[in-house]
């Protein structure tokens, strides 16, 4: 009897501890995606050209490898959180800009805001309500990520027709199941840090949107 108390005692910390670590990251997460949206913004009026984006992205770039994986058990990992998810917001400025300026420019940001927060809040309540394990796609994931790596250096190089696209869509393919990949190891206790779980997140919808919106302008036949 006492060691089933012990075991109930363990699962009910468990899933107590396993909630605590899924709430902290999608209030840290929502939170970070509204800081991201209104540095965006303000890049957007300040007009800020490509060089400045392209160098915020490095930057960002830089903190996830360098400076947030030494900080995700302290405070300054929120900090560093949100000067990453700044950054990248920001650097969206100038082709936000660049699609907004076409005829049907705001439409296509709005089918691509749309789309993600469908398959972001789709994906995320499946993997929530079903509580299934997704951890058997770690292996697809890392080689798809790989062949997309490689697809994007040979664009390059190679004008090959329809690669960009190829390209687009198989990073919104990823994107989705990396969501359902990362919610589930919340869930199922492979990720007990929530700056971290916040952080592969953020990537992943960022990620999302950014070739959810390139599709969207190739086909309404503006490539």
Do not use: C
């Not at 300054?76 to 076409?102: D, E, K, Q, R």
């Not at 040979?154 to 919104?172: D, T």
């Not at 393919?173 to 969501?179: A, E, F, Q, R, V």
């Amino acid at each position: 009897m006492a060691q089933f108390d012990q075991v109930t005692s363990t699962r009910t910390e468990s899933a107590l501890s396993t909630n605590k670590v899924l709430r902290n990251t999608y209030m840290l997460l929502s939170m970070t995606l509204v800081f991201s949206a209104f540095a965006a913004v303000v890049s957007m009026a300040l007009n800020l050209p490509q060089g400045a984006s392209l160098i915020m992205s490095l930057a960002a770039i830089g903190i996830v490898w360098f400076v947030l994986p030494r900080t995700y058990n302290s405070s300054m990992g929120i900090v560093w959180t949100f000067v990453f998810a700044g950054l990248l917001g920001a650097g969206l400025g100038p082709m936000l800009n660049f699609y907004l300026s076409l005829p049907a420019g705001p439409s296509m940001v709005a089918q691509a805001l749309g789309g993600t927060a469908v398959v972001t809040f789709g994906l995320s309540f499946y993997a929530l309500t079903t509580k299934k394990d997704f951890s058997f796609l770690g292996g697809f994931l890392m080689v798809g990520l790989i062949v997309l790596l490689v697809a994007m250096v040979a664009s390059w190089f190679l004008p090959i027709p329809g690669l960009q696209i190829a390209i687009s869509a198989g990073v919104v393919l990823l994107m989705s199941l990396m969501i359902l990949f990362d919610t589930s190891r919340i869930i199922n206790g492979g990720e007990t840090n929530y700056i971290r779980a916040t952080v592969s997140l953020y990537l992943d919808i960022y990620n999302l949107f950014v070739h959810l919106l390139h599709l969207v302008y190739v086909l309404t036949g503006n490539d």
